[in-house]
T-cell receptor, first 116, second 110 residues
Framework: GAGVSQSPSNKVTEKGKDVELRCDPI?????LYWYRQRLGQGLEFLIY????????KSGLPSDRFSAERTGESVSTLTIQRTQQEDSAVYLC??????????????FGDGTRLSIL | EDQVTQSPEALRLQEGESSSLNCSYT??????LFWYRQDPGKGPEFLFT???AGEEKEKERLKATLTKKESFLHITAPKPEDSATYLC???????????FGKGTRLHILP
């Protein structure tokens, strides 16, 4: 497909379970971002990848959150021992990134995560 | 600390009633300011990038402007299909992080 694809689109799970969210960026986009959007709130930066490296992990809320990217393509965001406050929409974006220049981010439609 | 503040939080307009949305920002060295549109249940859709004070960009009924402290998104003669949340974001020169505002929910009444 031409756009950023995220799966699953919806995930409902019990508190304490682990969840894995997937992002397929636009082909050729070297930069990949994860954001969290709580209901009625703006986007909260979580982590950024340039290629397969994550130079900035400062936005990850706790050590329960981790992310990886392989083949400069697919990325997964893993949340361990989920808590109710983890309920949110998790958005992924990709861009053609070259340091020192600006490239707009292209977003997927997100994964809506609900923790019971 | 870098931050972005958008106002108003919500705006209701009659079809054809022009208005402006505000994005005030504080950042040490602006690399770029971005405007996005977000429809319910969807990811943000890119609209504009502005790089320096005085710059303006237009797309259909939308025009974005930039000063050293704020950006405006002007909506001329809006239609109901312009109803959405409009997000503003800034990127600083020193890092790659993009900081988003909370958005303005715009509702155009037919």
């Amino acid at each position: 497909g031409a756009g950023v694809s995220q799966s699953p689109s919806n995930k409902v799970t019990e508190k304490g379970k682990d969840v894995e969210l997937r992002c397929d960026p636009i082909s050729g986009h070297t930069a990949l971002y994860w954001y969290r959007q709580r209901l009625g709130q703006g986007l909260e930066f979580l982590i950024y990848f340039q290629g397969n490296s994550a130079p900035d992990k400062s936005g990850l809320p706790s050590d329960r959150f981790s992310a990886e990217r392989t083949g400069e393509s697919v990325s997964t965001l893993t949340i361990q021992r989920t808590q109710q406050e983890d309920s949110a929409v998790y958005l992924c974006a990709s861009s053609l990134f070259h340091r020192g220049s600006n490239q707009p981010q292209h977003f997927g439609d997100g994964t809506r995560l609900s923790i019971l | 600390e870098d931050q972005v503040t958008q106002s108003p939080e919500a705006l209701r307009l009659q079809e054809g009633e022009s208005s402006s949305l505000n994005c005030s920002y504080t950042v040490s060295g602006l690399r770029g300011l971005f405007w996005y549109r977000q429809d319910p249940g969807k990811g943000p859709e890119f609209l504009f990038t502005l790089y320096s004070a005085g710059e303006e960009k237009e797309k259909e009924r939308l025009k974005a402007t930039l000063t050293k402290k704020e950006s405006f998104l002007h909506i001329t003669a809006p239609k109901p299909e312009d109803s959405a949340t409009y997000l503003c974001a800034v990127q600083a020169n020193r890092d790659d992080k993009i900081i988003f505002g909370k958005g303005t929910r715009l509702h155009i009444l037919p």
